[in-house]
């Protein structure tokens, strides 16, 4: 029961960073988006999301 409770755990907050990263993602191509109320805030997301918004590569990453 532990191990499923952990692995459900570590799924939630994998889910919780991505989208956490898509919203600040799309949020650095200059579109409306959210935060996730669980989702991650920090300035290391920001800047990931800056990072993958400079390459433009928009639709194959998220499916927009």
Same mark, same amino acid.
């Given at each position: 029961?532990a191990?499923?409770? @952990?692995? @459900? @755990?570590?799924g939630?907050?994998?889910?919780?960073? *991505?989208?956490?990263?898509?919203?600040r993602?799309r949020? *650095?191509?200059?579109?409306? *988006?959210e935060?996730?109320?669980?989702?991650?805030y920090?300035e290391?997301?920001?800047?990931?999301?800056?990072?993958?918004?400079?390459?433009?590569?928009? *639709?194959?990453v998220?499916g927009?």
């Amino acid at each position: 029961m532990a191990r499923s409770i @952990t692995l @459900t @755990t570590r799924g939630n907050q994998v889910n919780n960073l *991505a989208k956490s990263i898509e919203a600040r993602y799309r949020q *650095a191509l200059g579109q409306e *988006a959210e935060m996730p109320e669980d989702g991650y805030y920090g300035e290391d997301i920001v800047g990931f999301a800056k990072e993958l918004g400079s390459g433009r590569r928009q *639709a194959s990453v998220f499916g927009g």
